[in-house]
């Protein structure tokens, strides 16, 4: 399953201190770790503000609260009291955040994380140990402490070709669908309803379209060569 930095981030957690420094030891940066300790508490435990970017963050008359980090992440929170009903699938999901290659990290009220990729791929993070699943029905299971990997049952799935649009359907047991186009574009629906559609690449652009009934559309242009990310909210 593929995993880029923050899914990395989010599967050490368990081994992680409540506070640490991540460092991107590909890249250089002379840094003075003295006056960035000095700063972080002095600063009440906050890092060193960037002056790369801004937080915004909007709420909307439904209570849904969304945060644009500057990154280009996108959090998105509903605010419940009386007035708002929610539906079953937010009942069980605190927050989520969408990353700049379309993957959904849902933060669970019980703690757990799952996380939604837009190849149909998911990863579901609870009690030390990570379960993955993809399109061919394989489930691995993760041990965070050990290390060690095992294959559970596999998840039954069908798939099916359509002669018209050549395109291809999976459709996997727990209810995830991927449509696959020859053109390389896809469409997948999660099964709590999320659905991300990816372009065909151009030019080595990549755009994404995230959909759900209960959040705010995102629209995702990525810059493969470039490593930038434009992103749209609808």
């Known amino acids: 399953v593929e995993c880029e930095s923050v899914d990395r981030l989010i599967h050490a957690l368990p081994l992680l201190d409540e506070n640490f420094l991540m460092m991107y030891c590909d890249n250089y940066c002379p840094t003075n770790f003295e006056n960035l300790e000095d700063s972080f508490f002095k600063n009440n435990e906050n890092p060193v503000p960037s ?3 801004c937080v915004i963050t909007l709420t909307l008359n439904d209570g849904l609260i969304i945060h644009i980090e500057p990154n280009g992440d996108i959090i998105q929170k509903h605010y419940k009291n009386d007035q708002i009903k929610q ?7 605190n927050y989520r955040l969408i990353t700049s290659k379309a993957s959904i990290i849902k933060y669970m009220k019980n703690n757990d994380i799952k996380i939604l990729y837009c190849s149909g791929n998911t990863s579901t993070i609870k009690e030390g140990k990570i379960y993955n699943i993809n399109n061919k029905g394989q489930q691995i299971i993760k041990d965070v402490s050990t290390g060690e990997i095992t294959e559970d049952t596999p998840v039954y799935f069908s798939e099916h070709y359509d002669p018209e649009s050549l395109s291809r359907t999976i459709v996997r047991e727990d209810n995830v669908k991927t449509i696959q186009y020859p053109d390389g574009s896809r469409i997948v629906l999660h099964n709590d ?3 991300i559609h990816t372009s065909a690449t ?3 652009v990549t755009n994404y379209t995230i959909e759900n009934d209960s959040f705010a559309t995102v629209e995702i242009s990525y810059d493969e060569v470039k490593k930038r990310t434009q992103t749209t909210l609808i």
């Open 51 to 53: 002056n790369d970017g």
């Open 87 to 93: 539906n079953e699938n937010e009942d069980d999901e």
């Open 193 to 195: 309803g999320t659905k």
């Open 202 to 204: 151009v030019k080595e």
